[in-house]
């Protein structure tokens, strides 16, 4: 399984930091994706991501890459990492590692204003 894959396979939120401004709108939306199941999720939620910020690109690594230089962080609940006997070394490079998920989610959600998709 390549790291793309395990990293979304855990319960892993990705949290786009983006500057994307609707028309109706007077700030840049901040949206939390929430992908933690890669076979029914992985793939919809970047493709939603890349909608989201208009990239076109299909493959995981220059998917990741071209989100990773948009703003788009990828957290990793290290609970979950414990929980299933990982190792921080088996994901992607620009993987990040928080603590908890749910409290990463909670505090995008309720302090910094991020909406939440899960695809």
Same mark, same amino acid.
């Given at each position: 399984?390549?790291?793309?894959?395990?990293?979304?396979?855990?319960?892993?939120?990705?949290?786009?930091?983006?500057?994307?401004? !609707?028309?109706?709108? /007077?700030?840049?939306?901040? #949206?939390? =994706?929430?992908?933690?199941?890669?076979?029914?999720?992985?793939?919809?939620?970047?493709?939603?991501?890349?909608?989201?910020? /208009? *990239?076109?690109?299909?493959?995981?690594? !220059?998917?990741?890459?071209?989100?990773?230089?948009?703003?788009?962080?990828?957290?990793?609940?290290?609970?979950?990492?414990?929980?299933?006997?990982?190792?921080?070394?088996?994901?992607?490079?620009? $993987?990040?590692?928080? !603590?908890?998920? #749910?409290?990463? *989610?909670?505090?995008?959600? =309720?302090?910094?204003?991020? $909406? =939440?998709?899960? !695809?």
């Amino acid at each position: 399984m390549n790291n793309f894959l395990k990293i979304a396979s855990l319960s892993v939120a990705i949290f786009a930091l983006i500057g994307f401004q !609707p028309a109706y709108a /007077d700030k840049a939306s901040k #949206v939390v =994706y929430h992908i933690d199941d890669a076979k029914t999720q992985g793939l919809k939620g970047l493709r939603n991501i890349r909608n989201h910020l /208009d *990239v076109a690109n299909t493959e995981y690594a !220059p998917l990741v890459s071209a989100l990773k230089s948009r703003g788009v962080e990828f957290d990793v609940c290290e609970i979950t990492l414990k929980n299933r006997k990982l190792k921080k070394d088996q994901f992607i490079m620009e $993987a990040q590692f928080t !603590p908890s998920g #749910v409290v990463r *989610v909670a505090d995008l959600q =309720y302090q910094d204003k991020f $909406a =939440y998709i899960k !695809p």
